[in-house]
C-alpha cells in the first residue's frame, strides 16, 4: 500500500515537473518594426538569430513591419485588442503617452552600460530616474543638397541664403511634412528659438513672438519666394526633382543609387544662431507581454554594444563610445567623416528632440486643423497662430 | 412513436440552415453591438490597461463637445450633397438610358463600371486627379480657368469628397432606377399622351408616383451609406482643411483610434446608431405619405 502511495506521489512530481519546465518552456518573442527595408530586417534577424543560439528557450525572434503611415495606431489598436507585442519600437511623439501610462516595463537593469547612454537622448524614454525604452535611433535632420542643381555650397549657409538659392534651384522639400505633420517644422522654427510648448509641456509657444517671426519666414518662403513646393503638390528630392531637401540623417540610404550628386549640410543657422533637431525612435517591452522578462533579455543584447555598432549602420546609436566620427564613417560610407562631425555626432549631443506632448495624437489634429488656414497665399500667420494656442490650451493643461 | 417526428426533423433542419448565418450575425454583429454599449459606459485606457466604469459621463460629454458639433454640421453636409446629388443624376441618367436608341447598353456599362471598382483605388486615383496640378487642373487651363487646390480649399473639399463618391455609386442607384422605369406598364402613358398630357406632366403624374418605393429605397441606401463614408475621407483629406470634412464616423476613428478614447469613441458609435435607426425609421414612416402602393 505504501509502495503504491509512494508510486502515486512520485508520479504526481513528475507531472508537476513537467508543468513547471512547461512554463519556462519555449518562448517566442514578437517585435513590431515600421521598417520593411531589406536589409535593416537581415540585421535584426541576424541579431536575433545569434540570441536565440544562445538561447534555445527562445524559440522564436519575429519582426513585424508594420507601415510608418498609421503605426501607432496599429500599435494600439492590436494592445487594445489583446494581442500585444513582446517589443515595440515606439516614434518619439508617442514617447510620452507610452512611457507616463505605465504600458512599458521597466528595463534600466537589462541595458549594458547605461551610463555611456548620452543623458539628452534618453530623457524623453525616463520617468522616476527609470528607463523605459531604448534610444536605438537618433537621426538628426539635416540639410540634403542636390549638388548638380546647386552649385558654391558653402559649410552652413544662413535661412536667408538657403532659400533663395532653393529659389533659384527647383526649391526645397521637406518629405515627411505633407502639410499634415507640422512637428517636422521645428526643424526650421528652432532655429528662431520657437518652440511648440514650454519646456513642461503647460504653455503653449504657438503664439509667442519668435514662433510669428518663423512662421512668416516659412509662410513667404512658400507663397512669396516659391522656394517650397505649396500644399498638395508632390516633390519628390530623392528622384533628384527638388534642390535641397530637410531630411532625417537615416534617409541617406535612399541616395545609395542617386542619379545626381549630393551633399549633407548642418540645418541652416537662424536668427539665433546654430541650432540642431533630432526625431528618435526607442524600443520597449510591453508590460503585459507573456514574455515580458525574455523580453526584456532579448532587448538587452539587442542593444549591447557590439550590437548597437552593427545597428548604428542605419539607426545612429546614443552610446558615446560610438557616437564619433570614425565609428561612423565606417558604416556611412555615403557620408564623408566631416559632414558626419557637423550633422551626426554635433547633432546628437546638442539637438533638440521634435516636439512632443502627453496626449499626442490629439494635440497633432488639432494643431493640424488649427494651422490648415495658414497654407494659403493670404493667411494672417499671427492671427492663426494665436488660434493655435486657443484650441490645444485645454489639451496642454489636462493632466 | 419515436422523437424524430417529422415536424421536429423539419424543424432541426431548417435550424441547421440558418445556424451558419446566425452565428455570424451573433459573433460579428449582436455581441460587438452589445460590447460597444458596455464600453461606452466605461473609460478605457489602452495603453495603461486600466478599464473603470464612469456611469453616463461619456455621454454627457457629447453634450459639452464642440468637435463633435463641428462634426455633425459637416456630416449633415455630405449627406445632404451627396443624397441630392446621387439620386437626382441617377434618375437623370436612367431616364436617358431608357430610350430605346442604339449604343444605351454601352453607357450604361460605362456608368456602372465605378461601382465595381475597389473603394481605395477609386479615391488613390482620384487623389491625383484633384492635386493642383492634376488632371482635372490641367483640363480647366485648357480652358484658360485657374483651377483651385480642390481638396485643400474650406468649401472644395467638401464638394470634391460628394462628388467622388457620387460618381463612384451613382451606377447602382441609376441601375435600380432602370429596372423599376421598366416596370412602368406603357399603355399608362399612351392613354396620357392621347389625354393630351406632355412630356413633363407624365413623367410627375405617372414615373414619380410608381416609381415611388424604389426612390424611397435608394434614398434610404444613400443616406446610410453618407454616414458611413471612412475611407474617402481617410485618403483624400484626413478631415481637413480645418475641421471641414471630419464627419462623424471619421471623428469616431479619431477619438477612438487615434486619441486612444476607446469609451468615448464607443459613446460615439452609438450616437451614430442611433441616428442611422432614427433616419430609417422616419423614412419608413414617411413611406405612407410618399409611396403610391402604401397609401
Known amino acids: 500500500m505504501s509502495r503504491l502511495l509512494a508510486l502515486i506521489l512520485a508520479g504526481l512530481l513528475a507531472v508537476t515537473a513537467c508543468s513547471g519546465s512547461a512554463a519556462s518552456g519555449p518562448k517566442s518573442l514578437r517585435m513590431t518594426v515600421w521598417t520593411a527595408n531589406e536589409a535593416h530586417l537581415k540585421l535584426l534577424n541576424e541579431i536575433a538569430a545569434e540570441y536565440k543560439a544562445a538561447h534555445p528557450d527562445v524559440t522564436e525572434i519575429k519582426f513585424d513591419s508594420i507601415p510608418a503611415d498609421g503605426y501607432t495606431t496599429t500599435l494600439t489598436t492590436q494592445i487594445a485588442g489583446g494581442n500585444a507585442p513582446d517589443l515595440a519600437w515606439i516614434l518619439e511623439e508617442s514617447a510620452p503617452d507610452f512611457v507616463s501610462s505605465g504600458a512599458l516595463a521597466p528595463i534600466k537593469g537589462k541595458i549594458e552600460k547605461a551610463d555611456e547612454l548620452t543623458p539628452s537622448a534618453t530623457k524623453l524614454w525616463e520617468k522616476d530616474g527609470e528607463l523605459y525604452a531604448y534610444p536605438f535611433s537618433t537621426s538628426p535632420f539635416g540639410l540634403f543638397v542636390n549638388t548638380s542643381l546647386v552649385k558654391d555650397v558653402p559649410a552652413r549657409w544662413t535661412w536667408d541664403q538657403a532659400i533663395a538659392a532653393s529659389a533659384a534651384g527647383k526649391g526645397l522639400v521637406l518629405p515627411d511634412f505633407k502639410y499634415q505633420n507640422w512637428a517636422v517644422l521645428s526643424a526650421i522654427w528652432r532655429g528662431w528659438g520657437a518652440n511648440a510648448w514650454s519646456e513642461d509641456g503647460r504653455s503653449c509657444g504657438f503664439s509667442s513672438a519668435e514662433m510669428k517671426d518663423a512662421m512668416s519666414f516659412v509662410h513667404k518662403a512658400i507663397f512669396t519666394d516659391k522656394a517650397i513646393p505649396g500644399p498638395g503638390t508632390t516633390v519628390d528630392f530623392f528622384a533628384g526633382n527638388a534642390a535641397m531637401a530637410i531630411s532625417q540623417i537615416s534617409r541617406a540610404g535612399a541616395l545609395k543609387d542617386a542619379k545626381f550628386t549630393w551633399t549633407l549640410m548642418p540645418l541652416p543657422s537662424g536668427p539665433k544662431g546654430d541650432y540642431a533637431v533630432i526625431g528618435q525612435a526607442g524600443v520597449g517591452v510591453l508590460k503585459r507581454s507573456k514574455n515580458a522578462e525574455a523580453a526584456a533579455d532579448f532587448l538587452g543584447f539587442f542593444t549591447n554594444e557590439a550590437n548597437s555598432a552593427k545597428l548604428a549602420q542605419f539607426f545612429p546609436s546614443v552610446r558615446s563610445s560610438l557616437l564619433n566620427a570614425q565609428t561612423l564613417a565606417k558604416s556611412n560610407p555615403l557620408i564623408r567623416p566631416e559632414q558626419l562631425q557637423s550633422v551626426v555626432v554635433e547633432g546628437i549631443s546638442k539637438g533638440v528632440v521634435k516636439p512632443s506632448h502627453q496626449g499626442q495624437e490629439e494635440l497633432n489634429q488639432t494643431i493640424r486643423a488649427a494651422l490648415d488656414p495658414l497654407w494659403k497665399p493670404d493667411a494672417q500667420v499671427g492671427a492663426v497662430l494665436d488660434d493655435v494656442c486657443t484650441k490645444i490650451k485645454p489639451l496642454l493643461e489636462r493632466k | ?295
Not at chain 2, 481605395?120 to 486627379?129: C, E, F, H, K, N
Not at chain 2, 412630356?199 to 443616406?223: C, E, G
Not at chain 2, 477619438?255 to 459613446?267: D, P, V
Open chain 2, 1 to 295: 412513436m419515436t422523437f424524430w417526428t417529422y415536424r421536429r426533423r423539419d424543424n432541426l433542419v431548417g435550424y441547421l440552415f440558418v445556424a451558419p448565418a446566425l452565428f455570424g450575425s451573433l459573433t460579428f454583429v449582436l455581441i460587438p453591438l452589445a460590447l460597444v454599449g458596455w464600453y461606452s459606459l466605461n473609460e478605457w485606457n489602452v495603453l495603461g490597461g486600466t478599464f473603470e466604469f464612469i456611469g453616463a459621463e461619456n455621454y454627457q460629454q457629447l453634450l459639452s463637445d464642440e468637435k463633435l458639433r463641428d462634426s455633425l454640421v459637416a456630416t449633415a453636409w455630405f449627406a445632404a450633397g451627396l443624397v441630392v446629388l446621387n439620386l437626382s443624376l441617377a434618375l437623370l441618367l436612367a431616364v436617358l438610358l431608357n430610350q430605346k436608341l442604339r449604343g444605351t447598353t454601352v453607357f450604361r456599362t460605362l456608368f456602372f463600371s465605378p461601382v465595381l471598382v475597389s473603394l481605395v483605388a477609386w479615391t488613390l486615383v482620384w487623389q491625383l486627379v484633384l492635386q493642383p496640378e492634376g488632371s482635372v487642373n490641367g483640363l480647366l487651363g485648357f480652358f484658360g480657368v485657374d483651377g483651385p487646390n480642390w481638396l485643400r480649399g474650406d468649401s472644395t473639399a467638401m464638394i470634391s469628397v460628394i462628388v467622388v463618391q457620387v460618381i463612384k455609386n451613382v451606377g447602382l442607384n441609376m441601375v435600380l432606377f432602370l429596372a423599376a422605369l421598366q416596370g412602368v406598364p406603357a399603355p399608362l402613358y399612351e392613354a396620357a399622351k392621347i389625354d393630351g398630357a406632355g412630356v413633363w406632366t407624365r413623367f410627375r403624374r405617372i414615373t414619380i408616383p410608381l416609381i415611388s418605393p424604389t426612390i424611397l429605397l435608394t434614398s434610404i441606401i444613400t443616406i446610410v451609406g453618407s454616414l458611413q463614408v471612412f475611407a474617402q475621407i481617410a485618403v483624400l483629406t484626413q478631415g481637413g482643411p480645418g475641421t471641414s470634412t471630419t464627419v462623424l464616423i471619421y471623428y469616431l476613428y479619431q477619438q477612438a483610434f487615434q486619441f486612444h478614447h476607446f469609451g468615448y469613441g464607443a459613446t460615439l458609435s452609438v450616437l451614430l446608431f442611433v441616428i442611422v435607426a432614427a433616419l430609417t425609421l422616419l423614412q419608413w414612416q414617411m413611406r405612407r405619405k410618399w409611396v403610391l402602393h402604401e397609401r
